[in-house]
């Protein structure tokens, strides 16, 4: 008897009952939904640009390497005051939730136009750095005149690209998932149907190639931003807090500089870790082109088997977070420890699907054979390491819930250019080692990360409620 009531504490303490699974996945399926569709079609992009090349391929692969500098910048900067988004909205503070909005506005603004600046000068500087190694019977010129292309076409895509974040974070905070999704939905099918008629000059329109597919990726991100702004202020009754949001642009002071200090951290660790990982592609693309169309394809196709991995991470955010800015916080921990178990659980049986789909995903790509052995060696690795790298996600949003900013910072920024940056480096400059080994050390670094991430995922130490005097 004894042993049953234990059995189950253990199963109440670890599991949801059907209620929390329906809300987890009533909050969860738009947001997959919305980043299957657009991973998917991402490898469908990269497959038709492949179908061009190695070279073609490559030099896509370069150029959104360097433009995920921007993009992450603003995730971390819009993170900082989506913290607060979530707790306001728990809090049932519409006032606050604007106060957020026009500060993410700002920012958007800010960090849009110091992108489109620095790649302007430096973009070609940033693409060349990555065209240093061997040139495995590539022609490693053509590449780069590909990747400056492709990249001055995608700077007319950040603006759009920060402002939709804009929204679309603000509508997550409050659980709403939908309107997101379908602007994303409509974005898609735009850039899928443009990428066909632009890269080969369908329909009447000239075979553009690379360029074309930038430009297809454009007009698609003016169409997202389009949808769910329109969608968002035509329904201002389901949305209170949109409501007035333009008629001042006024942020409090106080309000400002605390989620500037919250935030702070959070951009600057997204900056810092897309730089790092920027700098170990450019480490890896000293083993040659092969190995830079290899890591380009294993990257497109890793983002596919992880959008329920992306998607836990809001779910976290936007589940623990409100309970949080209620000031529950017992209920925060709870749902908070069953999310990171469901996590762990789905991402086992997600990282079998990847190994299994390893030799098939090469095969889609018009590549030499020895491009298509090492993508299906590094997507088993990657299915391996999968479940390692999905409780580190959930760990990094947890401890973002509760505005532990300058813990994530250390947890996730710093750990990765003392311990991730270090290892690529030593392995590619003072080893002789192929990049396939060089990949399965440098994916499996993080197991170190896991006991960290349990330390403070014990210690309880991230759930405190940051909006509770505003």
Not at 125 to 154: C, K
Not at 168 to 193: D, K, Q, W, Y
Request: hydrophobic share 50%; charged share 15%.
């Amino acid at each position: 008897m004894d042993g049953n009531r234990k059995a189950l504490r253990l199963r109440e303490s670890w599991f949801g009952d059907r209620a929390f699974y329906r809300s987890v996945f009533f909050l969860l399926i738009p947001i997959v939904i919305q980043q299957f569709i657009t991973s998917f079609v991402s490898l469908l992009d990269n497959v038709m640009v492949g179908s061009l090349g190695t070279e073609a391929i490559s030099a896509a692969s370069i150029a959104n390497s360097v433009l995920m500098v921007h993009m992450l910048a603003v995730f971390g900067g819009m993170s900082g005051a989506g913290i607060f988004g979530a707790q306001f909205f728990g809090k049932g503070d519409m006032d606050g939730m604007r106060h957020t909005f026009r500060f993410k506005l700002y920012f958007a603004v800010l960090i849009s136009v110091l992108a489109v600046v620095v790649y302007r000068l430096y973009g070609s500087v940033f693409i060349d750095a990555f065209l240093q190694g061997e040139s495995n019977g590539g022609d490693l010129e053509l590449t780069f005149r590909e990747g400056v292309s492709y990249l001055d076409v995608m700077l007319w895509g950040l603006p759009p690209f920060a402002l939709g974040q804009v929204y679309t974070g603000t509508l997550r905070e409050s659980g709403e998932t939908r309107v997101p999704m379908f602007a994303g939905i409509c974005a898609i099918v735009t850039n899928l149907c443009l990428n066909w008629v632009l890269i080969f000059g369908h329909l009447g329109a000239p075979a553009l190639g690379v360029r074309g597919a930038a430009i297809a990726t454009v007009i698609s991100r003016y169409v997202e931003l389009a949808v769910v702004v329109i969608y968002t202020h035509r329904h201002l009754d389901r949305y209170p807090f949109m409501q007035g949001v333009y008629s001042s642009l006024y942020v409090p002071k106080k309000l400002a500089g605390r989620i500037a200090r919250t935030g702070v951290p959070l951009l600057v660790n997204e900056i810092l870790w897309s730089l790092g990982m920027t700098f170990i592609n450019q480490l890896y693309s000293t083993r040659g082109l092969n190995a830079v169309a290899a890591l380009n394809i294993t990257g497109t196709a890793w983002n596919l088997f992880c959008v329920i991995m992306f998607g836990m991470g809001s779910a976290v955010s936007i589940m623990v977070g409100q309970r949080l800015g209620a000031g529950e916080i017992q209920k925060a921990r709870d749902v908070d420890r069953k999310l990171i178990v469901l996590t762990e659980i789905m991402h086992i049986l997600i990282g079998g699907v990847m190994i299994l789909a390893a030799p098939l995903v090469p095969r889609m790509y018009n590549v030499t054979e020895e491009v298509r052995e090492l993508t299906r060696q590094m997507l088993i690795i990657a299915g391996l390491s999968l479940p390692l790298h999905s409780f580190a996600h959930v760990t990094y949003f947890t401890i973002r819930s509760g505005g532990r900013t300058m813990i994530t910072f250390l947890f996730d920024a710093v750990y990765t250019w003392v311990v991730t940056v270090l290892l690529a480096f030593c392995l590619t400059r003072l080893t002789d080692l192929d990049i396939v080994r060089i990949y399965f050390c440098v994916q499996f670094i993080d197991v170190v990360k896991l006991f960290i991430g349990l330390v403070m995922l014990r210690s309880d130490f991230w759930a405190r409620n940051v909006v509770k005097d505003d």
